[in-house]
């Protein structure tokens, strides 16, 4: 008897009326794949954007609400890159393209210095031998950096950027100056970062960067955003993300 799938599918907050298809068994996209695609700095140049882990695709069917360049997402795992595909065919959207592959094997399908941004939220957690997983194993590689670590997603984009590209990435905050020293080391130069807090009084556990390919050093901390008010509802700067355009 095969196993029942909770398919569902859900409206994409307020973005032009999109919906996205998703599964209950499986890693649902979540507030940070809102965040990120808000965050990006798009201009009428920008021509092509890469979405490494994409994901069922919330960020690609996002940033096809604010920009008409063409937007490759790449997921490793079937099942997941399956359900994005059909939110892209349900969604009718001609921009969005989809790979299922390895994101370490994306370098040998595009010329170096192919895109204008690239965009990733990836796997937040290291994974050794005290980590403790999910016994789902969808949702372990999309959690725990079993197939895909941060170095990774920062090597590829060195490559795959043109010269003052940008790759944007969301992340846990405890994890920065790790992220800061990798994108040193790859001529990724840290222009904008945004810290991310649950609550006012918080600390922060949320971090979105910007890293320009061989830019010039100058980095703009940005207001910071609060998610959550005292009583838990959003607050009105997040509710303000979830209206679209």
Do not use: W
């Amino acid at each position: 008897m095969k196993e029942k799938k909770e398919i569902i599918i859900n409206d994409l907050l307020n973005y032009n009326n999109l919906k996205i298809i998703q599964n209950k068994d499986y890693f649902n996209f979540s507030l940070d794949s809102v965040l990120l695609p808000n965050f990006v700095l798009l201009s009428p140049n920008t021509k092509n954007i890469l979405d490494l882990c994409t994901g069922n695709a919330p960020i690609p069917l996002i940033l096809s609400t604010k920009t008409k360049a063409n937007i490759i997402g790449v997921e490793i795992q079937k099942e997941i890159y399956d359900l994005a595909k059909k939110s892209i065919k349900l969604n009718n959207i001609n921009s969005i393209s989809l790979i299922n592959d390895d994101v370490k094997n994306i370098t040998k399908k595009f010329e170096t210095d192919s895109f204008d941004i690239i965009t990733c939220n990836p796997p937040y957690f290291k994974c050794n031998e005290n980590s403790i997983l999910n016994d789902n194993d969808i949702k372990s590689i999309a959690r725990h950096e079993l197939k895909v670590n941060i170095e990774d997603i920062i090597r590829i984009s060195k490559k795959l950027l043109k010269n003052g590209g940008s790759l944007n990435i969301v992340h846990r905050t405890d994890r920065l100056i790790e992220i800061i020293d990798l994108m040193k080391k790859n001529n990724l130069e840290p222009k904008r970062i945004q810290f991310i807090y649950p609550k006012k009084n918080n600390d922060s556990n949320i971090v979105l960067i910007d890293g320009r390919k061989n830019g010039k050093p100058g980095l703009k901390i940005l207001k910071p955003l609060i998610v959550h008010n005292e009583d838990g509802s959003y607050t009105k700067e997040v509710l303000n993300l979830f209206g679209g355009n």
